[in-house]
């Protein structure tokens, strides 16, 4: 996949993922600061995976480092949204 393509992938993965954190806003208000941690887990995942391609072109090393830090955000993104489907259960 060439880069622009990938780059392209990213800022529409973030149009989504900053959607999903507006469309979802309402549910989450009323039950407090935690259950906003897969909202910054997905957007720092989509948004250091942008900087990897952007920084990338630059300095590789850079790059690399920050799609790490992605991989890490996502799979942080995916624990966060099972625990809080196991708390929203519990809850209601």
Avoid at 35 to 42: E, N, R, S
Avoid at 57 to 72: E, R, W, Y
């Amino acid at each position: 996949m060439s880069t622009t393509r990938k780059m392209l992938l990213a800022l529409l993965a973030l149009i989504v993922s900053i959607v999903y954190i507006v469309v979802t806003f309402r549910f989450r208000k009323e039950l407090g600061w935690w259950a906003y941690i897969d909202c910054f887990a997905l957007f720092m995942t989509v948004f250091t995976w942008l900087m990897s391609l952007l920084i990338g072109k630059m300095i590789p090393s850079s790059g690399k480092l920050l799609a790490k830090i992605a991989l890490v955000f996502g799979i942080l993104f995916i624990i966060s949204l099972i625990g809080e489907y196991i708390a929203y259960t519990a809850f209601f």
